[in-house]
């Protein structure tokens, strides 16, 4: 998706120059790209198109992907929750089921989760390593670790 900036940088090479392999030597990008956005700005009447944005298909089924995610202790596989709500007439792509159990995994997760105990380190607790003994000082040896 190119920014408004290089689209606008497209443009004007395109109203500049006056052809396509022209415009898109000037601008640095293919001349199928320059095309585009001269459609584009020509089918929304002269301006930039506002891109939309396209609604989720999952939003009707969202609770029955918690409610199989959840019933499953956030086991199931994206594949069968699709074949679960494709048998419901859900209408979307495998893809989106797969964004949409994993987002729900990740919230079952959160609250079901492995806790672990925070290591507080003691002095002298959990020190290994090889000792040795080491130089003699006032009359005995010293333990050195290493």
Do not use: N
């Not at 606008?8 to 395109?14: D, R, S, V, Y």
């Not at 956030?74 to 979307?92: F, P, S």
């Not at 159990?101 to 609250?111: D, I, L, N, P, T």
Request: include cysteine.
């Amino acid at each position: 998706m190119k920014k408004a900036e290089e689209v606008m940088e497209i443009l004007e090479a395109f109203d500049l120059i006056g052809s396509l392999r022209g415009a898109a030597g000037l601008a640095g990008c293919d001349h199928k790209t320059v095309a585009h956005w001269v459609a584009a700005r020509d089918a929304a009447g002269g301006g930039l198109p506002v891109p939309a944005r396209a609604r989720s298909m999952v939003g009707p089924f969202a609770g029955k992907v918690e409610e199989l995610v959840w019933r499953s202790h956030g086991k199931i596989r994206a594949d069968r929750a699709h074949e679960t709500l494709v048998a419901m007439g859900y209408m979307g792509s495998e893809r989106t089921t797969r964004r949409a159990v994993a987002e729900a995994k990740r919230r079952w997760r959160q609250e079901h989760g492995r806790r672990y105990r925070p290591w507080i380190p003691e002095p002298g607790c959990g020190c290994s390593g090889i000792t040795a003994t080491g130089p003699r000082l006032a009359g005995g040896r010293r333990c050195c670790f290493a």
